[in-house]
Every structure is written in structure tokens, then in C-alpha cells.
């Protein structure tokens, strides 16, 4: 299974029944930089997040860390919070992640994700 | 059980047979600040780590992706990978982590996340 | 007097006449994480601003600067201007404390900031 | 009086007795990059620092919060903590001022900034 | 010529035929703080940006890497890839410019900023 | 020619004379983590930074322009900036280079990467 293959199997494992939001994005980047959609297939999931050694789950407890350390990464925050529910992690699970935030990222930070999170629903809510 | 004795059993989970380091932070920052010791133990651990609905070795990946996104947090980091050994997490599991990182937090900080892993040793090595 | 009602009575101070948008935003959050406003009344308030020591005016200056080094904070710079001027700043004073994180956090995060003091009206001024 | 002398009047004035420090970064500075320390000088100081409508400490207590928010300042917070001193800010008053950082900076960063505190003594204590 | 005259040479060369979204933004600026416009020009690019030494599309390089680094500057990103393309740099070498951020930044301050990127237009496009 | 071969060379261009440094740093990565100096090889240089449409001196600038933003990776700049003079760049464009964070990174963190960079000799400098 080549790289790529790696990569786009963890994704689809991630996105559960709702690709669509992904496909966009990657679709739009791809119109200015079509290898930039690649790259986060091959390497961000294909070389990195589909290792094994450590879950998706917890893998997606580690990515939400550093985005609210980060800051400003939104959008990504969002998506990576729907990957950590179709890997398996409750909503419950998440506040609670969000929560262990507070004390290192401060609560400005922490409140911003904990935003994000509100505006979450759980996997498969509409279906 | 109050805040405080919620914490500071939290802490001696997350500090093994090991406390010394931690104690003599305390101890330094008490000197210049008293009640800033206090507050890590009543609110970082007595209000937050210690909660229900996310086990500790869980909530340690969580600190160490907020910390590696925020960078500049070398000594943070080195306890925290402490307190993940104690909490049950694998040294490769760590590595995992680190990694994990790499897309999200980019190189530089990812880099410099591993070599202060590097400096773990495993818990109980000298027992 | 609690830990809660120390907090909520520098919340009042601070809030002034226009209590309203700290509510709403704590509510949206209580209905997500019930303890995460909590916390901030207790700990950021009730534990740190209302300690002695430093007046409330001097404690927005501190938190304003936090912000602007920090980035990516828009809302809660908003609200803590409006604490500022609540604290008995005036917007000059507020004007020359975002002057000064220019030489610190560089043009593009005081610019925004000084974007945000502009949206952000003297109190009572409906009154 | 130039924008040089102004910034070099309030350099000495947050200097206070011990200059030296101050002096020998700037030299060094100079030898790579001979304008560096005339731009710290003529814009940091002469044009935004020297300005009315906020006194100097009120100044310093903007400058601690930007530079805890950004983090990895080390060396410029012990200057900016020298400076506040002279500006008339008591080390009790800059101990609150560092505990304020912590709802807003975080742990880690407020640990980092009372430890930078710590090693910094009262202006005038060897005379 | 004068440091404001050198800065406002520098910009009307980087604005090429689009001044007015910085005029507007700075005259919004000049409003709630006259002197802020004046030190960007007089500063940021009458003492630095017209420095010999460096021509102006490498100077936007270093820029759209601070910026990037920054996040959180979405705005100022924007008026700095219309800068580099007056600067004489082509759209497709800023997608590469955006690429190399990759493996320092991250995917997601990269996409980010590739996505303000494709918000902007070839210069003169609408002439 | 692999992902891999393409990055190896180009790090050997970047390198020059003194490929000791990287070779310790990868080294000392490779024994906690085998795969991470690879993905640095493959990713950072094979994919991105020996892409044709941008040079390799621009690309360092770009580079150089990320870590200022960033801070806290005093390692990674010296690296890079040692690149950069081995792509060409003369040490007086690293000057400039450096300068031109000032307005968008603030003091701090310039004054810091120009001592990263008063560290550095010419290339060659001991043939």
C-alpha cells in the first residue's frame, strides 16, 4: 500500500459518514497548490497518523492539544474534533480534553475551542 | 476531600517514586509566590486533571500537545513526560506522540519536543 | 465570602452597567462544560484579580498585554478593554497601552488590537 | 530634543542605577548590526515608551504582559522586571502582576516568567 | 528626504495601482490613534523596508514568513501577498513561498495561509 | 532519484563544508526515533524544499521569516541561517534579513535571532 493509500484509508476511517467537508477543502487548496493536498494525505496521515503504536483516538487527543496551544487554527480544530468522534471519542471525552487545556493554553484559549466544540454535533446526528 | 488534598493526590500518581523535582519547583516558587504552588495543586490538578471522564495517561497526551504547540515550555515538558510514564503511557507510546505532533506544530518544535524526550529516562530505571 | 461570590463581585465591578455579553457567553459555555464558567469566576477572578495588592486597572494592563502577545484572542481583548475602561482607564489611556505592545508583539498583532479598542465604546455611553 | 534623546532619557531613567546590562547588548548588537540599537532607542523608546498619557510603570506592567503572552523572552523579561522596579513598581506588585498572566498565559508561561522574577533582585540592593 | 517620504516612497511602490485598502485602513487607525499610520510608515518601512541591502520582493519573503509563523495575522498576510506580487514576485512563486512554510509552521497555519492566498488576485487584474 | 536521494542532496548542498552538525542532530534523533530524520530528509527537503519555482536562498529567507515568527527554535535558526550562506546569501542580506522581522515579529525575537546570528561565521570561514 503506497503512501498515499495509507493516508487516504486513515482519512476515510476519520471522516466517517461525512467526507464532504474535506473534499472541499482539499478540492479549493488543490486548485493553487495541487500538490498541497498530497502532502497532508501522504504525509500528515499516510507517514504519520496511520503509524501504528498509538490509536487514532489518542492520536487525535494530541493533535487538539496542539491546536489550542497554537491558537488561531480554527477551521482545523473543528475538523480534527469530528475525526476524534468518528475515532471513537465521545462528546464527553472531548469537554473533558478541552478542559485539560485550561491550565497550560489559558482560559482564553480554552474557551475558544470549547466554542468550537459547541458548534459540534455528534457523528451521524443527522442521520 | 478538598481541592488541595484532590491535587496532591493526583500529583503523587503522576510524580511515582519520583516527587524531588517537583518539590524543589514548589519549593522555589513558593518562596517569591507563595499561593502559585497552591493554585497548580487546587486548580491544574485539584479542578481539572483530577476529573472523571478522561483517564490521566489520556489527559497527559492532551499537556503534551499543548505544550509542544505552545513551544518555549522545555521544563513543562520534560515533567509532563514524567508524569505520562507514571501515568501509564509506553516510552514508544511517547515517541508516538511526539511524532503525532509533527504535521500541526511543524519541525522545529516537534524536534525539540523529542530531544527533551530523549533525556527520560523510563520510570523506576534507578529502583 | 466564597471563592465564587469574591469572583462574581469583581465580575460586577468590571462588567459595570453591561453585564449582559459576559452572561451570554458564560451561559453558551455552561450548556457545553457547566463547570468551564465556573472556573473563571472562581480562579480568574475569585483566586487572582481580586487578590490585593495590584488595583483592578493595573490587572487589565497586565491581561491586556497577555492578549496582544498572544494573538488571536479578538473576543476576549474586547471584553477586557471593557473591563478597563469599567476599571477607570480612560480610552486614551487604553489608545497608549496598545502603542505601547508595538515595539514587543510588532505591528500586525497591535494593529488588530488597535482595531478591536476602535469598535469598543466608552462605558455607559447609551446611558 | 530628538527622538534619540528622548528615548536615550528614558533608558536611563528605567535603567536607574545599573545601566551596565543594558549597555553591553546594545554594544554587542551594534557590532552585527550598528542600527538595531539606535531603532530600540529612537522607536521603542523615543517614540512609544517616552510618550504621555501612561506613566512608565503602567508602561512596564503592558510590556511584562506582552512578553509572558509571547513566551521564549527570557532575557528581555529580566530586563523589562529591572525596569519596572525603577519605574517605581515594587517586587510584591510585580509577583501580582505575574500571577495575573496566569489565567490568561497559562501555567507553563507564568512558572517560566515568577522564576525569571525570582533571580532578580531590588534595584539599589548592593548600594 | 525624510523618513515619512521614504516610507511612503516604499509603500507607493508595494501598493503599485491598489493604494486604497491601506489608505483605508490607516486613515481607520488615525482615527483612534493618529500617530499609528505615521509609524508604520516612518518605521516599519522609511527605517527598515527601504534599506538598501535587500531588495523588496526578498524583504516580502521574510515577512510572509514572519506572518505565517505569527498566524493569526490574516489581514496583514493579504496586504503583504499583494505587496510581493508588486514587488516583481509571481503568483506561483508565493504558492512555493506558502509550500515552504510547510514542514516549520505546520499544515495548518500553511493552509491557512494558502487559503488567503487564493483570495488574491494577479496585480492589475482588473485593468 | 527518491524522495529521500532528492533531499539528501539538497542538504548537501545547504550543508556545504560542515555537514557534522545535522549529521549529530539526526543522529541523536535516529536513536529515539529512527523514522523522524528520515521524514525531515524525505519531507522537508525532498518534497518541499528542493521543489523547482523558488531558489534555495529565498527559500531560507522564507524559512528564516517562519522561526522569528515563531520564536523558541534558536536551534533551527542557527541551522538556517548557516544554509542561507551556503545558498549564496551574504551575511549582511542575513543582517537585513533579521532587520526586517522587527516591525512584525517586535524586538524580542529579533534582538534574539540577531544574536543566533552574530554567533555564526562565514562559511569556509576556517578553510
Not at 98 to 105: E, H, I, K, N, R
Request: glycine letters at 10%.
Amino acid at each position: 500500500m503506497s503512501r498515499y493509500e495509507r493516508g487516504a484509508a486513515r482519512i476515510r476511517e476519520l471522516d466517517g459518514e461525512n467526507p464532504e467537508r474535506r473534499q472541499e477543502v482539499y478540492a479549493a487548496l488543490a486548485r493553487i497548490a495541487p500538490d498541497l493536498p498530497r502532502f497532508a494525505v501522504e504525509f500528515a496521515y499516510g507517514d504519520i497518523h496511520s503509524r501504528p503504536g498509538l490509536d487514532p483516538a489518542r492520536r487525535e487527543l494530541v493533535i487538539l492539544g496542539v491546536l489550542v496551544g497554537l491558537g488561531d487554527t480554527r477551521q482545523q480544530l473543528a475538523s480534527h474534533l469530528r475525526s476524534a468522534l468518528n475515532a471513537g471519542l465521545t462528546r464527553d471525552e472531548l469537554v473533558e480534553a478541552v478542559l485539560q487545556t485550561l491550565p497550560y493554553a489559558g482560559f482564553p484559549r480554552a474557551i475558544n475551542a470549547m466554542e468550537v466544540l459547541s458548534g459540534i454535533g455528534t457523528p451521524r446526528s443527522d442521520g
